[in-house]
């Protein structure tokens, strides 16, 4: 499989604490690659660089080849981001929010209605198009949120935290729906804390603390390694590998 | 009403830091008094200067515009999302708006009384002796404020759409109680429009009582403010909305 | 392509809450309204208290010159409350007659003082009605008040409309907005130009009642509406810059009450620019308003609102100033603070 996305060498410093030190690591087409770290490691700093938020101090980022920053609208169409906190107009319908984030795209008329009718079919909330999220639950939200970031049809999807307080059922609708994405050819950056997700979905993980990358292999190669150190889920290796200590929040 | 003082502390602390509030009480006003005080300063003589005018007219006119900020700071625990812990606390309503009525009573009075030192340093406002019943008036004042904020911001359905156009209605008051220019009219319906503002009464009050030695006017606003305050906490207290707050 | 889009969005936004919308788009207009109303109120007039007993000549004959003389009104005053009467603005000035002598109470300036004293002295000689445009002091004209007042309350209701780039910051859709590939710049164009049509109809409801109402200004309807465009599109630009600078709603609307009324201090809204210090005039260019105001003095004597090339150029630089700091700071917001990864 080819590099679709390569990072080499992006670091970024927040005053005197360096959040992501110097890491470089490779997405390859049709991967679904987990992005796991306790708090603070770094994931979301490198999330937002990655989506062109944030400027690495140091390094590049290329995309099928091709440093983004000298093609970022190019790039920006490839991408497609599911935040980690709902980013959705409260105000407006399920089918208007879709219809909105998917139209800054670039795509227009027909294909347009298309696409949103593609994405909110996709989530299960087709039936309720015409409805206001406020009126929604948790999970609802959740996958309109995810909807709104898939409309367009990225190449590569940042997925930060999708299922952060919803019920399983909801859950295990999303997870379905990763899997159909990345099997129609998406390749999927997906960070989560629960370890089940990351067995359940990723091939490849790639593990963060303190700004660096600790592991970054395919997921059988992680789960084989720290096997015999007498890890036998991912957790146990994540709390084997990062620690068992609180993180507690700098000032 | 043992839950009080720990709020009470809670909004003191939160209305001293929020350097805003501050500003806007304080600091924004000066500037105010200043440019108009300079921008007059030709049309006034050396016995009563402009300067002397506008900080008399432009402390009452200041506090009306806390409205807008005392309304938002009733809302505060829905913003910082923590309503939810209040509601499920044993907190009676009437203690959380007591609390905030007095932490924004006494910094809104406190901010005012600045502003006096203010005039009387730099501006060589002098009170004959009335210092005391031009402080009544601004404390009652204060609480009339406080008041019809909170009112607004925990007992009214439509704030988040009047808390917009608060501010407008606040400076036709201004206009016609003489905050920009002294304002008369022999006509008796302007006459009347200029009688009806609030603003008008407090002014007037406030020179007839260091310039006249006759503090009634004074003494009857700053009677009318308090009740008007006190009734205003009351409807808060008894009309409080958790939809509002939560 | 992509401000059509955020126009759109802002509209389907604002209608979602139908009455919200309603009282959001008709409110400020009877605001400036009463402003409108407000401002022909408490326009300054030289109203002239006496004292004095009706049976002295020179009283007599004095209080009938001054009442036929044009801009002064006359009315009896109290003795009991010379002071006050002058410092509230009852009275411009109170001249007690006693005998063949008069003593003139005033807080007004020297000059204004001396020309009062020259004219009852005049008329005592001789109580023929005289021009006294020196007395009248600082006064505007309506038309210069109006517009004064018009663009200081679009100044603030902008920035209510452009409250939409607040809730954009804080609920995260200005995030994903600046995930996908349209420019900062789309996005504030698109705001300016939602604001730009609100504004523009509160502006143009409120000059049409006025016509309609027969409250004249001096100006004619349609220099009115053509200098609404420059009035609304700066007040629309500085809505949005107030906007992009602030997180929090009520920052935002205070601080915009605040600039919008120093700018109109320091503009010419309140005292005529002739009359004020020579540092502040100088100051005065930085305000949209002090334009605004000579704007009006040229369409007061008929002059249409194209002839004011200067003008309409200065103001024009001052809205691109301000969209430009809009792009600027919306492009440098920080959409993510720092904290430890969840």
């Known amino acids: ?251 | ?246 | 392509m992509g401000c059509i889009i955020i126009i759109k969005n802002n509209f389907k936004r604002s209608f979602h809450k139908k009455t919200g919308f309603l009282m959001n788009l008709l409110l400020p207009i009877l605001v400036v309204m009463l402003g409108i109303a407000a401002n022909h109120v408490s326009r300054p007039s030289f109203i002239l208290g006496v004292i004095g007993e009706d049976t002295l000549q020179n009283y007599k004959n004095v209080v009938n010159a001054l009442q036929n003389t044009e801009g002064i009104t006359i009315d009896k005053a109290n003795a009991e409350t010379i002071k006050v009467d002058t410092i509230t603005g009852k009275y411009a000035a109170i001249v007690e007659f006693t005998g063949d002598e008069f003593e003139i109470y005033s807080v007004k300036d020297e000059t204004t003082i001396s020309s009062l004293d020259n004219l009852i002295k005049t008329y005592i000689k001789n109580p023929e009605p005289l021009e006294i445009e020196e007395i009248i002091g600082t006064a505007m004209s309506i038309s210069k008040r109006t517009v004064g007042f018009i663009v200081l309350f679009l100044m603030i209701t902008s920035t209510i409309t452009a409250s939409l780039i607040i809730k954009d910051k804080n609920n995260g859709t200005l995030k994903r907005y600046k995930y996908s590939p349209q420019k900062a710049g789309t996005y504030i164009l698109g705001n300016f130009m939602y604001n730009f049509s609100i504004t523009y109809f509160q502006y143009f409801i409120s000059v049409s009642l006025m016509t309609i109402l027969n409250i004249s200004i001096g100006i004619s309807y349609p220099n009115l509406l053509l200098m609404g465009l420059w009035a609304t599109a700066l007040a629309t630009s500085f809505g949005n810059c107030i906007a992009t600078l602030f997180r929090r709603e009520m920052y935002a609307t205070l601080f915009s009450t605040a600039a919008a009324l120093v700018l109109s201090l320091i503009g010419g809204t309140f005292i005529a620019f002739e009359y004020m210090p020579k540092l502040l005039q100088y100051i005065s260019v930085i305000s949209p308003l002090r334009w605004f105001i000579d704007a009006t003095a040229n369409m007061d004597q008929g002059i249409n609102w194209f002839s004011n090339i200067q003008i309409i150029c200065i103001i024009s630089v001052m809205i691109f100033v301000l969209l430009v700091i809009s792009i600027f700071i919306n492009k440098k917001n920080r959409v993510v603070t720092f904290s430890p990864d969840q």
């Open chain 2, 1 to 246: 009403m043992k839950n009080f003082m720990p709020i009470l502390q809670l909004e003191m602390k939160r209305r001293s830091k929020d350097f805003f509030i501050i500003f806007y009480n304080i600091i924004f006003p000066a500037i105010i008094i200043l440019l108009l005080g300079y921008l007059t300063s030709k049309s006034y003589g050396t016995e009563f200067t402009s300067y002397e005018y506008y900080s008399i007219v432009m402390i009452p006119f200041c506090l009306l515009m806390a409205i807008i900020s005392i309304a938002y700071a009733a809302q505060d625990e829905k913003r910082l999302k923590t309503a939810y812990r209040f509601m499920t606390a044993p907190i009676a309503e009437a203690e959380l708006v007591l609390a905030k009525s007095f932490s924004c009573t006494i910094m809104l009075t406190i901010c005012s009384l600045i502003i006096l030192g203010i005039a009387k340093l730099f501006f060589h406002l002098s009170f004959h002796g009335s210092f005391g019943f031009v402080a009544i008036l601004v404390f009652s004042e204060s609480i009339a404020v406080t008041g019809i904020g909170l009112c607004l911001g925990l007992a009214c359905k439509n704030f988040f759409i009047i808390k917009n156009f608060l501010n407008l209605p606040i400076m036709i008051f201004g206009f016609l109680g003489g905050v920009f220019s002294p304002v008369s009219s022999l006509n008796p319906v302007l006459s009347s429009i200029i009688n009806s503002t609030p603003l008008t009464w407090i002014n007037r009050g406030i020179i007839y009582s260091i310039y006249g030695s006759d503090h009634t006017i004074l003494l009857v606003t700053s009677g009318m403010s308090f009740l008007l305050g006190i009734a205003a906490i009351l409807f808060a207290i008894k009309f409080f909305k958790r939809e509002e707050f939560f």
């Open chain 1, 1 to 251: 499989m080819n590099d679709l996305l390569r990072i080499d060498g992006i670091s970024k410093k927040y005053g005197d604490k360096t959040v992501v030190a110097k890491e470089s690591f490779c997405v390859k087409q049709g991967d679904i690659l987990g992005l796991i770290g306790p708090n603070g490691a770094g994931k979301s700093t490198s999330i937002n660089m990655i989506s062109t938020l944030l400027l690495p101090e140091s390094g590049k980022i290329f995309f099928h080849g091709q440093d983004i920053t000298s093609r970022q609208i190019e790039y920006k169409k490839s991408l497609g981001i599911v935040p980690q906190d709902l980013a959705i107009y409260e105000d407006l319908s399920a089918y208007d929010n879709v219809k909105f984030f998917c139209s800054l795209y670039y795509i227009r008329g027909k294909e347009l209605k298309k696409k949103v009718e593609e994405a909110l079919t996709f989530v299960g909330l087709w039936d309720k198009r015409k409805e206001l999220p406020s009126k929604f639950s948790g999970g609802m939200k959740r996958r309109l949120n995810i909807a709104c970031g898939i409309a367009h049809g990225p190449e590569l999807l940042i997925m930060d935290e999708p299922t952060v307080g919803i019920d399983p059922q909801s859950r295990n609708h999303i997870l379905q729906t990763v899997k159909t994405l990345n099997s129609h050819g998406t390749t999927i950056i997906y960070t989560s804390h629960h370890m089940e997700e990351i067995d359940a979905l990723c091939n490849r993980i790639l593990l963060m603390d303190n700004g660096q990358i600790l592991e970054d292999s395919d997921k059988q190669s992680y789960k084989d390694k720290y096997a015999k150190k007498g890890c036998q889920t991912l957790e146990d290796i994540f709390l084997y590998a990062t620690g068992t200590d609180l993180r507690d929040m700098e000032e």
